[in-house]
């Protein structure tokens, strides 16, 4: 079975501090994808990163970037010199051939103040 | 090029009506999907289709009825709506293969009361 842990529930920051998101998965798969969606106050889910599993290498994308490592099962976001537009709630996934379908983290709401 | 259009956006019930959500793609994807999204939440998988005619339960499938007659429309039916699928829901669809790159609807805010 597929299972991702997003163990942060909510999280404050003032606005220019650097925030990490932490992503936990579980699955026996050795092929998989992984996903971090943004779910700005609108509702809409936008994505913003997909990683295969054979693809550790960080990468970074202006002001976010992701951290995956396979042996601690972990796909961790961090969100340099925050802003209030980044104020959201993150989730976290994961897509599995054997599932056919993306299991989604409880996600970690971000609010970030000035 | 639309994407994923679901109607309506917002909707009330009252408890034992019944009403159906659209969605529609126009990307000539196989794979569709029904999440339902509750309050403070991740988005819980209720139907899922690979293709036309062929459909499936996910995790939480109960209370709801879904049809995959055209590749474009995935329709999710409710029958008897009841508070606890009080919920904002959303469609999804994807190509085959193992990309999984998912496109989202904008999502139905649906109260019943």
Redesign the interface.
């Known amino acids: 079975a597929q299972k991702v842990t997003q163990a942060q529930t909510e999280i404050s920051v003032v606005e220019k501090e650097d925030v990490t998101l932490d992503c936990v998965y579980e699955t026996r798969d050795t092929t998989y994808y992984l996903f971090w969606y943004k779910q700005p106050p609108s509702g809409e889910l936008v994505f913003l990163i997909r990683r295969n599993s054979f693809d550790e290498q960080n990468e970074i994308s202006g002001r976010y970037s992701w951290n995956f490592q396979k042996s601690t099962s972990s796909f961790n976001f961090t969100i340099t010199a925050s802003q209030v537009v980044d104020s959201a709630v993150y989730f976290c996934a994961l897509f599995t051939g054997t599932a056919s379908k993306l299991t989604f983290g409880t996600g970690t709401r971000l609010q970030v103040t000035l | 090029n639309a994407g994923v259009t679901q109607t309506p956006k917002f909707r009330i019930l009252k408890i034992g009506q019944s009403m159906t959500l659209q969605c529609a793609q126009d990307m000539n994807h196989n794979?569709m999907?029904w999440?339902r999204q509750d309050p403070?939440?991740?988005?819980?998988?209720i139907y899922?289709s690979?293709g036309a005619g062929i459909t499936d339960k996910?995790e939480v499938p109960n209370g709801y009825n879904v049809s995959r007659s055209t590749t474009e429309d995935f329709p999710l039916r409710l029958e008897l709506a009841a508070p606890s699928q009080t919920s904002?829901y959303?469609c999804?669809s994807r190509l085959e293969g193992?990309?999984?790159?998912?496109t989202?609807g904008?999502?139905t805010?649906l109260t019943v009361v």
């Open positions: 794979y999907y999440y403070g939440m991740g988005l819980k998988l899922y690979v996910g904002v959303f999804a193992f990309s999984g790159g998912y989202f904008s999502g805010r």
